[in-house]
T-cell receptor, first 114, second 113 residues
């Protein structure tokens, strides 16, 4: 069964450094999402992406964050200057174009900011 | 604004007991979707079920069953004859068509052998 792939599984970065989290969504999916989960807390929406542009973003998704779909397969989340509070699990998800289909999640990237 | 409430933070039951996880939601939309996801200790999010707002039929899948009641804005999840492998955090979530998921805070379920 096709799946969403995220790399790396764990990223350790110094505060202030830039980090790029990578995702390969399921190939025929049209909607892409990033979520984050701070340890022990609920999963929070960051941003959705459709038709090569951001369709919605949350308050968390400030100017430090950006997303790109640089080619036909990858979907990346960049954090420009990381802060301690960016430490979390980041999940990528993708969805087919049909509205009642579920979002399929990758296994997540655990980001640790030192 | 959409909201999902999972009032049960943690539940522990002995193996083979039945357990129900509660989910109450709020939305102004007439068309919406409800989901349950499982997050085992390994951390990934596993899709379990989707329900749309027009389909109030209950569903059973093996030991899992779901009870959707629009009148009480609830979408509860029951595990019958629980097993140790059911131990996980379970999230209820809500979305409009093709929109973001709004998650509840999750219920940590521990099955005691």
């Amino acid at each position: 069964e096709p799946e969403v792939t995220q790399t790396p599984s764990h990223q350790v970065t110094q505060m202030g450094q830039e980090v790029i989290l990578r995702c390969v969504p399921i190939s025929n999916h049209l909607y892409f999402y990033w979520y984050r989960q701070i340890l022990g807390q609920k999963v929070e929406f960051l941003v959705s992406f459709y038709n090569n542009e951001i369709s919605e973003k949350s308050e968390i998704f400030d100017d430090q964050f950006s997303v790109e779909r640089p080619d036909g397969s990858n979907f990346t989340l960049k954090i420009r200057s990381t802060k301690l509070e960016d430490s979390a699990m980041y999940f990528c998800a993708s969805k087919e174009g049909v509205s009642n289909q579920p979002q399929h999640f990758g296994d997540g990237t655990r980001l640790s900011i030192l | 604004a959409q909201k999902v409430t999972q009032a049960q933070t943690e539940i522990s039951v002995v193996e083979k007991e039945d357990v129900t996880l509660d989910c109450v939601y709020e939305t102004r939309d007439t068309t919406y979707y409800l989901f349950w996801y499982k997050q085992p200790p390994s951390g990934e999010l596993v899709f379990l079920i989707r329900r749309n707002s027009f389909d109030e039929q209950n569903e059973i899948s093996g030991r899992y069953s779901w009870n959707f009641q629009k009148s009480t804005s609830s979408f509860n999840f029951t595990i019958t004859a629980s097993q140790v492998v059911d131990s996980a955090v379970y999230f209820c979530a809500l979305s409009e068509p093709n929109e973001k998921l709004t998650f509840g805070t999750g219920t940590r379920l521990t099955i005691i052998p």
